[in-house]
Nanobody, 114 residues
Framework: QVQLVESGGGLVQPGGSLRLSCVASGLTFSNVAMSWYRQFPGKERVLVALISRAGGSGSYADSVKGRYTDSRDNAKNTLYLQMNSPRPEDSTVYYC???????WGQGTQDTVPS
């Protein structure tokens, strides 16, 4: 049974930093490209960042490019999203996802006050 568990969300001041984590189990983590999505109320989930199986390549949404960095530790079955200089408009729920079958985590809320 595949399970993805996100953590690390919370309140962060504009200009601060926050790191989200996603621990995977029930799969061979190093065989799977991974991604981060976010979902605003009433909207569909949108891709934030994508990372290859080995972590050597990836892509970012224009809205976070230069501020967010995703990485992974395949030895720990863990995906990360480093969020630097977050903005109030980044406040929402973030999800990790496997890029094969499409398993989702439960989401973690990030709040950046204005």
């Amino acid at each position: 049974q595949v399970q993805l568990v996100e953590s690390g969300g919370g309140l962060v001041q504009p200009g601060g930093s926050l790191r989200l984590s996603c621990v995977a189990s029930g799969l061979t983590f190093s065989n799977v490209a991974m991604s981060w999505y976010r979902q605003f109320p009433g909207k569909e989930r949108v891709l934030v960042a994508l990372i290859s199986r080995a972590g050597g390549s990836g892509s970012y949404a224009d809205s976070v490019k230069g501020r967010y960095t995703d990485s992974r530790d395949n030895a720990k079955n863990t995906l990360y999203l480093q969020m630097n200089s977050p903005r109030p408009e980044d406040s929402t729920v973030y999800y990790c996802k496997t890029e094969n079958v499409g398993y989702w985590g439960q989401g973690t809320q990030d709040t950046v006050p204005s």
